[in-house]
């Protein structure tokens, strides 16, 4: 297994990864942007032995409201919910939002269909040195760079029905990059992230699906696989899910 993902991870250097801060810079500049929402796919089909399937639920939150940047409302019994598209500058918003209600704030509830893995590594980061859970609400969606941010929990719950997918990284800027680019782009950030998945104890084998599915459709995670990588820590429920 482990032979076969650092292979995974030498070969990443063909893949196209999101860069979301320059995109959404570029994009900024234009006339009749709104900065403050993303044009990156909510819900992709799934892809399971290699045919793209529908998710396991429909997400009961809407695309529009995925769509929007990141917002945080505090909730009562210290969960802190974080929905929308994680926009360049959303760790910062919620770095500015634990300073100012940490105290009260024992749990980051995900509702996101991804975005800046640079903004989920510090969000996930933040979480954790905070000694923070993380949770992933029925029929709410943790998808494509969210699963990072939801690593970083200390205790880690996904509810029945929730909806968690992986997929790879990619380039979405203006310019398209040079092969070297690309590689030496694709190769630093599979890296970054195995690192911080490994220092969360996420299992290797997580990653290796996000490796193998393109960046316009999502793997859709079991329960069974949640327990398998430790991506959850109440394995019990789980496999009652699996059942």
Not at 119 to 128: E, H
Request: hydrophobic content about 40%; proline content about 8%.
């Amino acid at each position: 297994m482990r032979g076969a993902f650092f292979g995974l991870l030498a070969a990443a250097g063909t893949f196209l990864f999101v860069d979301l801060r320059e995109m959404s810079l570029a994009r900024a500049a234009l006339p009749g942007h709104d900065p403050m929402t993303t044009d990156a796919p909510v819900l992709p089909p799934a892809l399971t032995d290699g045919v793209p399937q529908a998710p396991p639920v429909e997400p009961e939150a809407s695309r529009e409201v995925l769509r929007q940047a990141m917002r945080f409302e505090l909730l009562p019994g210290g969960q802190l919910k974080a929905e929308g598209s994680i926009d360049p500058g959303a760790a910062d918003r919620f770095a500015e939002e634990i300073a100012a209600r940490g105290e009260y704030v024992k749990e980051v509830s995900l509702n996101s269909p991804g975005g800046s893995v640079d903004d989920a590594l510090a969000m996930s980061a933040l979480i954790r040195e905070q000694g923070l859970s993380t949770r992933v609400a029925a029929k709410s969606l943790c998808a494509s760079s969210c699963p990072l941010i939801f690593a970083g929990g200390v205790a880690r719950e996904a509810e029945e029905n929730a909806i968690l997918g992986v997929h790879q990284v990619f380039n979405a800027g203006q310019e398209r990059p040079s092969p070297e680019q690309a590689m030496s782009a694709a190769q630093s950030t599979t890296a970054r992230i195995t690192r911080h998945l490994g220092e969360m104890g996420i299992g290797e084998g997580l990653w290796m699906h996000a490796l193998e599915t393109p960046p316009d459709r999502l793997y859709y995670l079991t329960p069974k696989e949640m327990v398998e990588y430790k991506l959850i820590t109440a394995p019990q429920a789980a496999a009652k899910q699996a059942d």
